[in-house]
C-alpha cells in the first residue's frame, strides 16, 4: 500500500484529475462541458506545483565541458512519473542554452508547467491553406526541390511566451498551439509535462519535426498586410541532430490510479 504522503501529494492529485480529464476519449473535446470544466481543474492544480513537490532540486548553470562532443551529456532529459492509456506525465530538464525543437503531437492534448528557471515556447498551428492574399506563386530562398515541397504545410505562428515557475501552464489542444518549440532562456529550466492520450505510433500519434520556411509571392508584394505578417510554412524534417535526449529517475512522490 503506497504511504498516506504519497496519496496526497500535489503529483499524486494532479495525475488523478488527469485521468479524470481524458480517461473517456467520447467527452474530450473543446465544445464538451464536463471536459472543459476537468481541464479547467486540471490547470488549477498544475498552476500550483513546484519543483519541491516532485523533490526536484533547481540545476545550476552548468560549467563549461571540456569533453570531446560524442561524451558529453544530453542536452535534454526526461524523468518518467506516470503513464497510462489516457496520458503520460514526466518533467523535461533542459541544460541551459538547450532547446526542444519545433516538433507535434498528432491529435493530443497537452499541459506543460515550468517549475523552476523560464521557457520561451512559441507555438504554430497549421493551415489548411496559405492566408487570403498570398495564394500566389510561393518561392523560398534557396530554392526547394519538388520532393521538399510535398512536405510543406501552411501555418500561422499563434504565440511567444515566457514561461516561469509562477505562470500558468501552457496548454495545447489538437487543434491550437499543437506545434510548439521550447527554449530554455537564462539557464537551466525543467517543465512538468502531460500529453493525452500518450504517443503512439501504431495509432497515429508519432512525433514529427519541422522546419520554419518564410515565403516570398507575387501576391504578397502587393498586399502590405500579408507582406508584414509573412507567409509562413513549415516543413517536416528528420529529428536535429544537435538535439536528443536522455533519462534519470523521477525522485519525487510514486503515483497510483
Known amino acids: 500500500m503506497m504511504p498516506r504522503d504519497n ?100 491529435g493530443m492534448y497537452g499541459m506543460l508547467k515550468v517549475i523552476y528557471g523560464k521557457a520561451r515556447i512559441s507555438c504554430f498551428d497549421r493551415l489548411d491553406k496559405p492566408r487570403e492574399g498570398t495564394s500566389g506563386v510561393v518561392q523560398f530562398n534557396p530554392p526547394l526541390m519538388p520532393f521538399q515541397r510535398s512536405s510543406l504545410r501552411p501555418s500561422v505562428l499563434r504565440s511567444v511566451g515566457e514561461y516561469t515557475e509562477d505562470s500558468g501552464p501552457c496548454v495545447l489542444s489538437p487543434q491550437k498551439d499543437n506545434i510548439h518549440q521550447i527554449d530554455a532562456v537564462d539557464g537551466p529550466t525543467a517543465f512538468l509535462d502531460i500529453l493525452a492520450p500518450p504517443y503512439e505510433p501504431d ?51 510514486k503515483v497510483s490510479l
Not at 517536416?236 to 519525487?252: A, D, R, T
Open 7 to 106: 496519496m496526497t501529494s500535489t503529483v499524486q492529485k494532479i495525475a488523478k484529475q488527469a485521468l479524470a480529464t481524458f480517461r473517456n476519449p467520447s467527452i474530450v473535446g473543446e465544445h464538451n462541458k464536463v471536459f472543459l470544466e476537468n481541464q479547467s481543474k486540471l490547470k488549477n492544480l498544475l498552476a500550483e506545483v513546484r519543483a519541491a513537490d516532485l523533490k526536484i532540486v533547481p540545476r545550476s548553470v552548468e560549467s563549461a565541458s571540456t569533453m570531446p562532443p560524442q561524451r558529453l551529456a544530453p542536452p535534454v532529459t526526461y524523468m518518467h512519473i506516470y503513464e497510462t492509456d489516457a496520458f503520460s506525465m514526466g518533467v523535461f530538464l533542459l541544460k541551459t542554452g538547450a532547446s526542444i525543437p519545433l516538433h507535434d503531437h498528432p
Open 203 to 253: 495509432e497515429g500519434r508519432d512525433c514529427h519535426y519541422y522546419k520554419v520556411l518564410n515565403a516570398h509571392s507575387e501576391a504578397a508584394d502587393r498586399n502590405s498586410e500579408a507582406q508584414e505578417q509573412g507567409d509562413q510554412w513549415l516543413m517536416e524534417i528528420p529529428q536535429p541532430s544537435e538535439f536528443w535526449s536522455g533519462g534519470e529517475p523521477y525522485p519525487g512522490p
